[in-house]
């Protein structure tokens, strides 16, 4: 299974249907992959607070349109990374959208956790209740977005849910870089489990962002690593390798806290 990152650079000064445009063209480009993966916000920025008003849409919005054409022209799963969705009540999310070779909207994802510490996305935006996986025909993917990473419990409930590899959009500053590296390793190692994390490059609101988006194995090991700038990652995943990781050390099935009973099929 082939998988392309695509770590866009958001710049403040370019125009949100400019660089939907753009990100088309780049998920074009992938064609032959099969799935290709954006990152979280990347058509306003995830700190741009003070665009979250005007640039929220719906699920199937612009963004959605776009998106979908491109998925459907390159034939891949797209994860179109993460929108300012508004509620038709008003309440607005960080939502992330997974569509379907054929460009159909195959999965939505209302990000959990709200980074900000009473301010920023916690105040703004309301917090997602559902866990999501999407079963691709090589394996399930689980979603997450961006500070979910800090929280295992959240993984832990995709693997109960089949997930053999986490889709990881974000927007994560770049002074945090180094905790991102090991979040995404640890989400990988704890879960045996693919980790693909795809971060923004450049800076928007004044925030840096760390780039280095990364795809990491089940045992661990960062598979492909980019820079801090705009850059796009493609990577051949061995779908089995989450199934034999499992097998051949099988740590999951010792779990005792946060399950009914120890599994052993």
Same mark, same amino acid.
């Given at each position: 299974?082939?998988?392309?990152?695509?770590?866009?650079?958001?710049?403040?000064?370019?125009?949100?249907?400019?660089?939907?445009?753009?990100?088309?063209?780049?998920?074009?480009?992938?064609?032959?992959?099969?799935?290709?993966?954006?990152?979280?916000?990347?058509?306003?920025?995830?700190?741009?607070?003070?665009?979250?008003?005007?640039?929220?849409?719906?699920?199937?919005?612009?963004?959605?349109?776009?998106?979908?054409?491109?998925?459907?022209?390159?034939?891949?799963?797209?994860?179109?990374?993460?929108?300012?969705?508004?509620?038709?009540?008003?309440?607005?999310?960080?939502?992330?959208?997974?569509?379907?070779?054929?460009?159909?909207?195959?999965?939505?994802?209302?990000?959990?956790?709200?980074? $900000?510490?009473?301010?920023?996305? #916690?105040?703004?935006?309301? *917090? +997602?209740? =559902?866990? @999501?996986?999407? /079963?691709?025909? %090589?394996?399930?993917?689980?979603?997450?977005?961006?500070?979910?990473?800090?929280?295992?419990?959240?993984?832990?409930?995709?693997?109960?849910?089949?997930?053999?590899?986490?889709?990881?959009?974000?927007?994560?500053?770049?002074?945090?870089?180094?905790?991102?590296?090991?979040?995404?390793?640890?989400?990988?190692?704890?879960?045996?489990?693919?980790?693909?994390?795809? $971060?923004?490059?450049?800076?928007? #609101?004044?925030?840096?962002? *760390? +780039?280095? =988006?990364? @795809?990491?194995? /089940?045992?661990? %090991?960062?598979?492909?690593?980019?820079?801090?700038?705009?850059?796009?990652?493609?990577?051949?995943?061995?779908?089995?390798?989450?199934?034999?990781?499992?097998?051949?050390?099988?740590?999951?099935?010792?779990?005792?806290?946060?399950?009914?009973?120890?599994?052993?099929?």
């Amino acid at each position: 299974m082939r998988a392309s990152l695509i770590q866009i650079a958001v710049d403040p000064d370019e125009s949100v249907d400019s660089r939907r445009r753009r990100a088309a063209s780049l998920v074009r480009a992938q064609h032959g992959a099969d799935l290709v993966v954006l990152p979280e916000l990347w058509p306003v920025g995830a700190f741009a607070y003070q665009s979250f008003e005007d640039e929220a849409e719906s699920p199937t919005g612009p963004t959605y349109e776009a998106m979908a054409k491109a998925a459907s022209d390159a034939g891949v799963w797209l994860h179109a990374g993460s929108v300012v969705e508004r509620d038709p009540d008003g309440t607005l999310y960080n939502t992330s959208l997974v569509l379907s070779p054929t460009g159909e909207l195959a999965a939505t994802y209302r990000k959990i956790h709200r980074f $900000g510490f009473d301010k920023g996305e #916690a105040v703004m935006m309301g *917090a +997602g209740e =559902s866990l @999501v996986t999407v /079963p691709l025909p %090589e394996l399930t993917l689980g979603l997450a977005t961006c500070y979910d990473l800090r929280f295992p419990e959240l993984f832990r409930g995709l693997v109960d849910a089949g997930a053999q590899a986490f889709v990881v959009p974000a927007g994560w500053p770049a002074r945090r870089r180094e905790h991102w590296t090991l979040l995404a390793r640890a989400r990988a190692v704890e879960n045996q489990a693919y980790v693909l994390a795809c $971060g923004t490059a450049g800076t928007h #609101a004044g925030v840096e962002q *760390a +780039g280095h =988006s990364m @795809v990491v194995d /089940p045992w661990g %090991e960062v598979l492909a690593e980019a820079g801090p700038g705009e850059e796009v990652l493609s990577v051949e995943l061995d779908v089995t390798k989450v199934l034999t990781t499992r097998e051949q050390f099988p740590v999951l099935k010792d779990r005792v806290l946060g399950v009914a009973a120890p599994r052993r099929d």
